[in-house]
């Protein structure tokens, strides 16, 4: 993993942490890394009280691309909710994808599980 998806998908597995340990779950958000090196948070605002996580996941990669083709971003990721299966079944993650310059997207998963005290673990 390069530094700039690092540095993306360490501040996603944060803020997901947070979202998960405050409200138990999240709508898809992200982040970008601007020309300076600094990440911005990213989000959209719906003229919707509960917009599917479909309507902001489509809308973020919309914007992020947008900005990458203007020049705006270095690279941007999402961060979004999944299931995904395990030797143990089924698991909730959180999958980021990477969006860069170059059009290619990557996707990481970090398996998730909340301990008894409620606190987020990424396993």
């Given at each position: 993993?390069?530094?700039?998806?690092?540095?993306?998908?360490?501040?996603?597995?944060?803020?997901?942490?947070?979202?998960?340990?405050?409200?138990?779950?999240?709508?898809?958000?992200?982040?970008?890394?601007?020309l300076q090196n600094k990440i911005k948070p990213l989000s959209v605002y719906l003229n919707e009280e509960f917009p599917t996580s479909e309507m902001v996941f489509k809308e973020l990669e919309i914007a992020i691309k947008k900005?990458?083709?203007?020049?705006?971003?270095?690279?941007?990721?999402?961060?979004f909710d999944i299931n995904i299966k395990n030797?143990?079944?089924?698991?909730?993650?959180?999958?980021?994808k990477i969006f860069s310059r170059d059009d290619k997207e990557k996707y990481y998963d970090y398996p998730y599980v909340f301990t008894s005290e409620k606190r987020v673990i990424f396993t």
């Open positions: 993993m390069r530094e700039e998806e690092m540095l993306l998908t360490e501040n996603l597995k944060a803020q997901a942490k947070y979202f998960l340990e405050d409200a138990g779950e999240f709508y898809p958000f992200g982040a970008a890394l601007d900005k990458l083709d203007d020049g705006n971003y270095i690279e941007a990721a999402i961060g030797n143990k079944g089924m698991s909730s993650a959180l999958r980021v």
